[in-house]
């Protein structure tokens, strides 16, 4: 596609449930990045795939987070049991190539847990 | 890991300069990067920095000093849609790590 897309835009859940979230590169990127993003703070790096691959996982919060990417295309990340600190932005970005090249972000999706 | 410091706020005045510091430490550096992020948006590419020296494009440079792990980012002739927030991002490997922003407002 001509940019990164993801899935729902906004999601509003009841805390106990679980949700997913869908990342859809840009074509032909290799690289995608799962970041999080709290009110007024900084991007926080939740996970990392080159192609279909994890290589580092150090980012996710708990073991209630976890992320798979098949085709070496679009990307979900799900949530188990949502609390509400899970509350918050959670952008996707993705790059040609690992390393030096510039990554491209969705517009995010907004996760309010109540 | 990684460890990026910038600071948290920034103002000045339409038309003037304003320079972003950021400081890293990070084991297997690769290059830095710059985003700028309007409220509400997602953060959109401005610079990359991997050799020491500086970068020019338009009204905005950037600046990195490895042997420093320092980078700057310069905004010259400010303009009002210029406030948003400025984050400072290190490669290492692959792995590309923020800073928590600056936030700069420009003000008439």
């Known amino acids: 596609g001509a940019g990164v897309s993801q899935s729902p835009s906004n999601k509003v859940t009841e805390k106990g449930k679980d949700v997913e979230l869908r990342c859809d590169p840009i074509s032909g990127h290799t690289a995608l990045y799962w970041y999080r993003q709290s009110l007024g703070q900084g991007l926080e790096f939740l996970i990392y795939?080159?192609?279909?691959?994890?290589?580092?996982k150090s980012g996710l919060p708990s073991d209630r987070f976890s992320a798979e990417r098949t085709g070496g295309s679009v990307s979900t990340l799900t949530i188990q049991r949502t609390q509400q600190e899970d509350s918050a932005v959670y952008l996707c970005a993705s790059s040609l190539n690992e390393g030096n090249t510039e990554a491209f972000f969705g517009q995010g999706t907004r996760l309010t847990v109540v | 890991g990684q460890n990026i410091d910038q600071p948290t706020e920034m103002t000045a005045t339409e038309g003037a300069i304003v320079q972003i510091n950021c400081t890293y430490q990070?084991?297997?550096?690769?290059?830095l990067f710059w985003y700028q992020q309007h409220a509400g948006e997602a953060p959109t590419f401005l610079s990359y920095n991997v050799l020491d020296g500086l970068e020019e494009k338009g009204r905005f440079s950037s600046f990195l000093s490895r042997s420093k792990g320092y980078s700057y980012l310069l905004l010259k002739e400010l303009q009002m849609k210029d406030s948003a927030s400025y984050l400072c991002?290190?490669?290492?490997?692959?792995?590309?790590?923020f800073g928590a922003g600056t936030t700069v407002t420009v003000r008439a």
């Open positions: 795939f080159q192609g279909n691959s994890a290589p580092d």
């Open positions: 990070t084991s297997g550096f690769n290059g």
């Open positions: 991002a290190a490669i290492n490997d692959y792995k590309l790590s």
